[in-house]
T-cell receptor
Framework: AQSVTQLDSHVSVSEGTPVLLRCNYS??????LFWYVQHPNKGLQLLLK??????LVKGINGFEAEFKKSETSFHLTKPSAHMSDAAEYFC?????????????FGQGTELSVKP | EAGVVQSPRYKIIEKKQPVAFWCNPI?????LYWYLQNLGQGPELLIR????????DSQLPKDRFSAERLKGVDSTLKIQPAELGDSAVYLC???????????????FGPGTRLTVL
């Protein structure tokens, strides 16, 4: 069975400082991993995805994530936070070869950005 | 390119009443998903369609929930009768055709926020 654990329910940073949102996953198979962002009253938007190519994945808006199989982690980072980054972030795992690509979402991490 | 369209955006009903949500996926996307998102949690899959066929409805509470995608394009999710615990956001998503070993990005609509009083 697959699962995702987002280690922080809430992260607060100051504008211009680095962002780190932590995610650990559990998967019996070769996983695909995603980060989605959800702004208030808006749909989920894909930030980036890992599907067994390069382990360091670059996404939109300056975000990136590194797949570490030995640590079963897929942490999301950004060098410098912007006020517009304040939102809910979801780490997601999917089994590429079974379950029809079913997405399993983490509980979410709310990112606050202080001026 | 138009995104996934959902309506209504908000719905308030009294318990035991029926309610329906509508979703129009991105043109050309054959796979359609309905998700339930409770407050403070991540979305959970209710049902997945490949064209007009429901290929995964294992998480759909079939005693009160039903869904259809008659022509393989837009879809309707219905609850009858609604219960207090059904208050949540109902998300629709679509993706291009699934292939063996492939995972495509799912594109999400803005959701319908249901409040059951």
């Amino acid at each position: 069975a697959q699962s995702v654990t987002q280690l922080d329910s809430h992260v607060s940073v100051s504008e211009g400082t680095p962002v780190l949102l932590r995610c650990n996953y559990s998967s019996s198979y070769s996983p695909s991993l995603f980060w989605y962002v959800q702004h208030p009253n808006k749909g989920l938007q894909l930030l980036l995805k890992y599907t067994s190519a390069a382990t360091l994945v670059k996404g939109i808006n300056g975000f990136e994530a590194e797949f570490k199989k030995s640590e079963t982690s897929f942490h999301l980072t950004k060098p410098s936070a912007h006020m517009s980054d304040a939102a809910e972030y979801f780490c997601v795992v999917s089994d590429r070869y079974n379950q029809g690509g079913k997405l399993i979402f983490g509980q979410g991490t709310e990112l606050s950005v202080k001026p | 390119e138009a995104g996934v369209v959902q309506s209504p955006r908000y719905k308030i009903i009294e318990k035991k009443q029926p309610v329906a949500f509508w979703c129009n996926p991105i043109s050309g996307h054959n796979t359609l998903y309905w998700y339930l998102q409770n407050l403070g949690q991540g979305p959970e899959l209710l049902i997945r369609y490949e064209n007009e066929e429901a290929v995964d409805d294992s998480q759909l509470p079939k005693d009160r929930f039903s869904a259809e995608r008659l022509k393989g394009v837009d879809s309707t999710l219905k609850i009858q009768p609604a219960e207090l615990g059904d208050s949540a956001v109902y998300l629709c998503a679509s993706s291009p055709n699934m292939t063996s070993g492939g995972v495509y990005e799912q594109f999400f609509g803005p959701g319908t926020r249901l409040t059951v009083l």
